[in-house]
């Protein structure tokens, strides 16, 4: 018998979300004969333990008992038990510097690490996450900065809402004004950010419309990186080129930024790529933009505005052109910022339910049964004490 423990998010503040409801649990448990599922008790948690308990899961102190251990974001080092199988988001393939001691003590406790953003398909699409509820709620946040910025209607923040039908009844009485999105990306974030555009109805239109006409009601435009970069040389555009050789490329974002109101990043970045714009366009007369909901947060990145992320608890701040800093929000001179980097932890019931249903459907077979695709040993991070081939590039990152 396996045994499956959902552990505590220890890791500060705390994450409300869970990789199984008490409902999957149940489900897991029906679907994998001689699997048990317990869960470790949390006071944060999205669900309680006594929702748990009365679906007959047991709620432990000790997960020790378990043999997979499954969580959501970074585990800290001093709750890390030697030995396990653990699954959760580690960020640590990019070798990001915060979380080098975390994978130097599971290779050192013989912890065998099974990333969730490396979890992907043969043709290379990631197979689990949390992208689609980020990019609902960023764009969530470009309304509600808008209202409060000119005082024209007021949202709740989606966190103060008891889950993604209140967000959205909240609309109901509303009308948009007449405002231009820019939405720049192609992902599952930003097919976020389009579901719920999709959903206000607000009308989309192609980039030549969006910047040679204008609108009597709310409308959106999606960009791609070949809508906004160009090469250097004048030659013909080359998605995979670009991403290898950023450095050979330049932004051509400006006619954007010159008649968009509203902008929500949901692109892919990574360092070499040029910034949308510079601090100085930023100080020109007809630089448009007026409040920026930043979804993928890099810092630095491709906004200069970005100066840090926010909390869910102080989403916003104003940033000053003129001055290169951060002001406070909603005057009419600054640029409100949105920069919360943990954005789908707003709707923790309704983004659980759809992480815990493609955990069930898509990777615990091949966990529990049988890994005859190799998904799960293309996403083992760490193995028996020491990196897996696949991610022997970390190394010197651990060194």
């Known amino acids: 018998m396996k045994t499956i423990a959902i552990i505590n998010e220890g890791k500060q503040p705390p994450d409300l979300r869970t990789p199984l409801t008490p409902e999957q649990c149940e489900v897991v448990m029906q679907k994998f004969p001689g699997t048990k599922v317990v869960v470790q008790a949390s006071k944060h948690r999205c669900y309680s333990n006594e929702a748990y308990a009365k679906r007959g899961i047991k709620v432990v102190d000790d997960v020790s008992v378990a043999d997979i251990l499954l969580g959501v974001k970074e585990v800290p080092v001093a709750d890390l038990v030697a030995d396990k199988t653990y699954l959760f988001f580690s960020h640590t393939i990019k070798k990001q510097a915060h979380n080098r001691k975390l994978l130097r003590a599971i290779i050192k406790k013989n912890i065998t690490l099974i990333d969730y953003e490396t979890l992907v398909w043969e043709a290379g699409n990631r197979i689990i996450g949390f992208g689609r509820f980020a990019g609902i709620v960023g764009a969530h946040y470009a309304f509600t900065m808008w209202g409060k910025k000119y005082a024209s209607f007021f949202l709740k923040q989606a966190s103060l809402c008891a889950d993604m039908n209140e967000m959205y009844a909240q609309y109901r009485e509303i009308i948009l004004p007449p405002i231009k999105i820019v939405l720049c990306g192609d992902g599952r974030v930003a097919h976020g950010a389009i579901e719920m555009m999709k959903k206000l109805k607000i009308h989309h239109v192609t980039p030549e419309e969006f910047l040679e ?119 009419p001179e600054v640029v409100d910022i949105q920069s919360v980097g943990n954005l789908p932890c707003e709707l923790p019931v309704d983004a659980s339910k759809e992480f815990g249903d493609h955990l069930i459907r898509h990777v615990l077979p091949y966990l529990l049964i049988d890994d005859t695709e190799g998904i799960i040993s293309g996403a083992t991070i760490a193995s028996n004490g020491s990196l897996t081939a696949k991610y022997s590039y970390l190394q010197d990152y651990i060194e």
């Open 213 to 331: 006409n204008t609108y009597d009601h709310a409308v959106y435009v999606q960009l791609r990186s070949e809508d906004y970069y160009q090469r250097k040389d004048g030659s013909e555009w080359d998605k995979s080129d670009f991403y290898k050789h950023p450095q050979d490329y330049k932004s051509s974002f400006a006619p954007y930024y010159k008649v968009a109101d509203v902008m929500i990043n949901a692109v892919f970045w990574k360092e070499g790529i040029e910034p949308f714009f510079t601090k100085e366009e930023m100080k020109r007369s007809d630089f448009n933009i007026k409040v920026i909901s930043d979804i993928t947060c890099d810092i630095p990145g491709p906004l200069p505005s970005t100066l840090r992320s926010t909390t869910i608890e102080n989403p916003y701040y104003g940033y000053n052109p003129l001055l290169e800093k951060e002001v406070m929000p909603f005057s």
